[in-house]
């Protein structure tokens, strides 16, 4: 149980154009999910947290405007990068946390590799 | 401010050998305490948590982790260590009742010699 799955697992795109990141739970419904970026070796820093049905939270130094995040159903959770440029290729992992479970446990999906050419 | 430190950056092991991975937190109060793996190119798997009640936690993949308070530590550890346990290793932590945030730590990449 608690699956998560993101689609695409890896992305190439050029300069100036939009990417969308899909986020979804496969056997639970996630009332909060969670982007984060993750550079080579390094940790993960959270991006933002979206609720199901309203805006999500972006953490200090996330541009809003760039990185859009939907979070339409308790099941999915979407992430564009707006004219993406060479310095946003990343690691994007995103997380949902269990409705209802009142744990906190993150699960997350296997992850997106974007590069921006 | 909330941190999580994990001293050992690299760690290296023999197959068979026993493993610990060391992680101290930095806390008002007690958190909820977490292990993730993540192997290369992946997403990170939950090996266990620690919310409340039994102090030694036993998770997946034979791993258990020990929440000592007095140290604000949550070491991982495992008795005999399996080549697929090559990995990256992170210790997080959430308030509680704080919305889910995760704190992760710089993590630890273990390696195992055959």
Redesign the interface.
């Known amino acids: 149980g608690a699956v998560?799955s993101?689609h695409p697992s890896w992305v190439i795109c050029k300069s100036g154009t939009s990417v969308k990141i899909e986020c979804r739970s496969l056997d639970f419904q996630a009332t909060?999910m969670?982007w984060y970026r993750q550079f080579p070796?390094?940790?993960?820093m959270?991006m933002a947290?979206s609720n199901e049905g309203s805006k999500a939270t972006y953490e200090q130094g996330v541009e809003k405007d760039k990185f859009l995040i939907n979070h339409a159903s308790l099941t999915l959770s979407t992430l564009t990068v707006t004219s993406a440029h060479p310095e946003d290729s990343s690691?994007y992992?995103c997380?949902a946390?269990l409705a209802g479970d009142g744990?906190?446990?993150?699960?997350?999906?296997?992850?997106t590799?974007l590069t921006v050419l | 401010a909330q941190s999580v430190t994990q001293p050992d950056i690299h760690i290296t092991v023999s197959e068979g050998a026993s493993l610990e991975l060391r992680c101290n937190y930095s806390y008002g109060a007690t958190p909820?305490l977490?292990w993730?793996v993540q192997s290369p190119?992946?997403?990170?798997?939950?090996l266990l948590?620690y919310?409340s009640g039994d102090t030694l936690v036993q998770g997946i993949k034979g791993f258990e982790a020990e929440f000592k308070r007095s140290q604000s530590s949550f070491n991982l550890r495992k008795p005999s260590v399996h080549w697929s346990d090559a990995a990256e290793y992170?210790c997080a932590v959430?308030k509680?009742g704080?919305?889910?945030?995760?704190t992760?730590?710089?993590?630890t990449?273990l390696k195992v010699e055959l």
């Open positions: 998560v993101q909060t969670f070796k390094q940790s993960l959270l947290t690691f992992i997380s946390s744990t906190d446990t993150q699960y997350f999906g296997p992850g590799r | 909820y977490f993730y190119g992946q997403g990170l798997q939950l948590k919310f992170f959430s509680r704080g919305g889910n945030k995760l992760f730590g710089t993590g990449q």
